[in-house]
């Protein structure tokens, strides 16, 4: 009989001495029952670690507590009489070493439970007088059962290595007071614990007098562009494939085109458009509708309205082509009865087609919403955040997002620590609305429901 | 439906785009414009601009209009004694002439007016009299309901304005990368003359503008993310779909948390590291770092696979097949609308990314992106000199993409539909 793996308690009081001993020293148990080359591999890999914990890691560790004490400057050199420079110690390279240790470390774990794991099945397997697999059995395995382990190494990597440490970092720097006036090489920085979260909420500090305003703004452009593109697709999708129209494929064509442009040469042209002396202002003024250029990017109000209508150009042919496929799927009868029982074209949109593509599109609606709060491109390609106001901290504008401004925190103003919290702050706002995505859609909790 | 319908002609329409016609004709006898109390009538308006010798093109619309309202309004009583559904189709032909006239008109009259000088003064929008307004008003109401009258869709109506409005940033910069006067700031729509030489600037003048450069970069480094995100998302798809392990949906979840933060939050660390192993500033960071993080977009390419029968890998199994065996000649040469859209998507990606280039190259211009590079050309000290090879270069960027675009569309939808024809 099998017996059950069990997790790694029970692994260390059922197994032998060599179970027992590959606790401390890895594929021990694995050499003992023939796996030669894996166990080997896992003790290189254990010995690997602990030589690098030794010449640096340790070391990493122990300065992350401190951020560094030794400020860089002039040091009297009693030796030889003058001052000299002394190098210092870098914050930013402590706290990065730090996090790459950190994650080195967590990959160790893993390692160490992954080496016990494959130490004990190879012990069960002797146990049963099987033969326990060889290297290149498992190399085989590689293409079969195991393949998730090689489709996924690069992958995880490469996320570990440019996202997840990244990440930790930046999310690290959040507690720091690493801004402008904490540079290194020539400033430290150190742990401020929660304070930075602290001013940004705090409605008497300018921070915060500008922090609630943004949010505000970020809300409200995520709703009003949301739904106005998705009632504006659906309006035009609607019109398009409603039955007297002919010449289907060139309308959608001549729609999908701006959609198809890259955002950022279709936006820099309609921000080059209704600058103040763009070709928008002029033809205005040739037509004689006002008698001077309008402030469309330049007056707060003004440029919030114009990057939602701007929006509205790139974002309904999106909507307009997703949901094309699903009004092509609502079933023809639901309409034929309706027209029976005299529905208008607007009961039938109210009370059938709605409802339809409310249903199915929920998920997409919330994903929508949330990459509109995070829709960096459309400021920053038309107004960069412009109108600035004095009244917001360092160059923070009227029509800025919480990302755009985290953007010019980091890289014009170089307030790491702050652009790191409003990137939490995000987060955040992201984590609630996935979660009321995820209760509410059904598709997604059921992933085995399509096969 | 209650009205009565005879011969497919709805009397009702018909009724209504009579009346409307009438509302047209008499609104043109009534004051169309005027500036500080000096009114004039559509018709002495029209024969003050012909009458003027300097009409032109736009000048004749006034008369142009004025005649298509009679015929217009001629066609309606005609059609009122003889109804007939050819009748009525040449009807809208006229009338949809004379709405586009009408319409203008909003436009034309200012330039056409003060050019003229029919009024002392300056000619402003607000000037136009209740006649010009009525006249609008009913041009578009006739037209829908001559449309109505033998059930044309209306919806015309609305996607011929709606196309005007799309398509007028892009004709904007189609033409500005013709015009053969450089500058930002021109007074006119219409270019005065037409040249080749933006686009041949924009590869000789390689010391300003190395755009050949750029655009060469941006076709590399799209070539090559293609080829790797589009492997890395197809292998993590068919892992974390047609697989069973475990850790599988943590390993789900942590790329979903992970996706929430928002991405370039952490490119100056991600800049710190590159700098660490000394890759900054160059295209390879760039490829590397996409294809660092392309299993995160694996979403839509598993929502694909997921819908494949897992009969089918169940019967391969049965026969003998190794894992890797149903993924190379079952999975992928069933996918392949998902295969080109992930293609596709991965392709674009390049062109018009901006942020994390602008991160990681920082001021070295030879490596810019074409993305890059024509940002850089619209910043306010360039834009005047440049602006019209900034248009060029748009268009060069574009016209591919759009052309890629239209013809893989069909891809496009089917890759999110799935792989089961419903």
């Known amino acids: ?451 | 439906m209650k009205e009565k319908t005879i011969l497919g002609i709805n009397l009702k329409q018909r009724k209504i785009a009579f009346i409307a016609a009438l509302v047209m004709l008499i609104s043109t006898f009534l004051p169309f414009a005027g500036v500080r109390g000096d009114t004039k009538m559509l018709w002495a308006v029209a024969f003050a601009v012909l009458g003027s010798g300097e009409a032109g093109f736009l000048g004749s619309l006034y008369l142009a209009a004025a005649i298509c309202i009679v015929i217009s309004a001629a066609c309606g009583a005609f059609l009122f004694a003889k109804p007939s559904i050819k009748g009525v189709r040449v009807w809208i032909v006229i009338q949809a002439v004379e709405t586009v006239f009408a319409t203008m008109l909003l436009f034309a009259s200012k330039g056409v007016f003060d050019r003229i000088g029919i009024f002392t003064g300056k000619f402003m929008a607000k000037d136009f009299g209740i006649g010009f307004w009525l006249l609008l008003i009913a041009s578009y109401v006739t037209l829908h309901a001559a449309m109505k009258t033998i059930k044309v869709h209306p919806g015309y109506i609305v996607l011929v304005i709606l196309s005007v409005i799309w398509l007028f940033p892009i004709l904007w910069i189609i033409l500005t990368a013709f015009r053969a006067e450089s500058g930002y700031y021109v007074g006119y729509f219409f270019p005065k003359g037409l040249t080749l030489d933006n686009f041949k600037n924009l590869f000789t003048n390689d010391a300003v503008i190395p755009f050949g450069r750029w655009w060469l970069n941006t076709f590399i480094i799209a070539i090559f993310t293609c080829i790797l995100n589009t492997i890395i998302i197809l292998m993590t798809s068919y892992v974390l779909s047609r697989t069973r392990f475990r850790s599988r949906v943590t390993l789900m979840k942590i790329m979903m948390i992970i996706g929430m933060f928002p991405g370039f939050m952490s490119m100056v660390a991600v800049y710190n590291i590159l700098k660490g192993i000394g890759m900054a500033q160059t295209l390879v960071s760039l490829i590397i770092v996409s294809a660092a993080g392309a299993a995160m977009g694996y979403y839509i390419c598993k929502g694909f696979f997921d819908t494949i029968p897992k009969s089918m890998d169940e019967a391969a199994i049965i026969d003998g097949a190794t894992r890797w065996q149903i993924f190379t000649r079952i999975t992928i040469p069933l996918s392949k609308p998902i295969i080109i859209y992930t293609i596709l998507t991965s392709f674009i990606g390049p062109w018009g990314d901006y942020i994390f280039p602008s991160m990681v190259l920082g001021d070295k211009q030879n490596s810019y992106t074409v993305a890059l590079g024509l940002k850089w050309l619209t910043d306010f000290q360039r834009i005047d000199s440049y602006y019209t090879q900034f248009a060029a270069g748009s268009l060069l960027v574009s016209v591919p993409i759009v052309i890629l675009f239209i013809c893989l569309q069909r891809f496009y939808v089917e890759g999110l539909s799935g792989s089961v024809k419903g």
């Not at chain 1, 130490?119 to 060889?134: F, I, S, V, Y």
């Not at chain 1, 430290?188 to 940004?200: D, E, I, R, S």
């Not at chain 1, 709060?373 to 107004?383: A, E, S």
């Open chain 1, 1 to 451: 009989m099998k017996e059950k793996r069990g997790n790694i308690f029970q692994i260390f009081t059922r197994g032998d001495i060599f179970s027992k001993l590959s606790f401390v020293i890895f594929g021990c148990s694995n050499v003992v029952r023939g796996q030669m080359i894996k166990g080997l591999i896992y003790l290189c890999l254990e010995i690997g670690y602990i030589v690098f914990m030794v010449q640096s890691g340790v070391h990493n560790l122990a300065e992350m507590v401190t951020l560094g004490t030794q400020q860089q400057g002039m040091v009297f050199n009693d030796a030889i009489g003058i001052y000299e420079m002394s190098q210092g110690d870098n914050s930013m390279l402590i706290l990065l070493r730090g996090v790459v240790t950190l994650v080195v470390t967590m990959a160790f774990i893993l390692l160490w439970v992954s080496s016990i794991r494959s130490g004990e099945t190879a012990r069960q397997l002797k146990l049963n007088n099987k033969h326990a697999p060889g290297f290149l059995d498992d190399l085989r395995g590689l293409l079969n059962e195991n393949i998730h382990s090689l489709f996924l190494s690069v992958p995880v990597i490469g996320i570990v290595v440019f996202t997840i440490i990244p990440l930790i970092y930046m999310i690290l720097m959040a507690f720091t007071n690493y801004d402008a006036e904490h540079q290194p090489p020539g400033n430290l920085f150190t742990w401020v614990g929660l304070t930075n979260f602290k001013t940004l909420i705090s409605s008497t500090d300018k921070l915060g007098a500008t922090f609630w305003p943004i949010l505000g703004w970020t809300l409200l452009w995520g709703f009003v562009a949301c739904f106005s593109c998705y009632f504006g697709g659906m309006f035009l999708a609607i019109l398009i494939n409603s039955k007297g129209i002919k010449f289907k494929k060139v309308w959608r064509t001549i729609f999908i085109m701006t959609m198809a442009i890259p955002a950022f040469v279709s936006l820099l042209v309609v921000s080059t458009m209704l600058g103040k002396s763009g070709i928008i202002n002029v033809l205005l003024q040739q037509w004689g509708f006002t008698s001077g250029p309008l402030p469309f990017l330049t007056n707060g109000t003004w440029a919030k309205a114009t990057v939602i209508i701007v929006n509205l150009w790139i974002g309904v042919p999106a909507t307009m082509l997703m949901v094309s496929g699903i009004l092509m799927n609502i079933p023809g009868e639901l309409y034929e009865s309706a027209q029976i029982d005299g529905a208008g074209p607007i009961v039938t949109f109210v009370k059938i087609t709605f409802p339809y593509m409310l249903f199915i599109t929920t998920p997409y609606l919330i994903t929508n919403l949330i990459s509109n709060f995070n829709n960096f491109g459309v400021i920053y390609f038309l107004t960069g955040g412009a109108p600035s106001t004095l009244d917001y901290y360092k160059g923070a504008g009227k029509t800025d997002l919480l990302v755009t401004w985290l953007y010019k925190l980091t890289k014009d103003s170089k307030d790491y620590n702050l652009a790191a919290t409003i990137g939490i702050v995000i987060f955040l706002i992201s984590a609630v609305f996935s979660l009321i995505m995820y209760s509410r859609s059904g598709a997604l909790k059921n992933e085995e429901g399509f096969q």
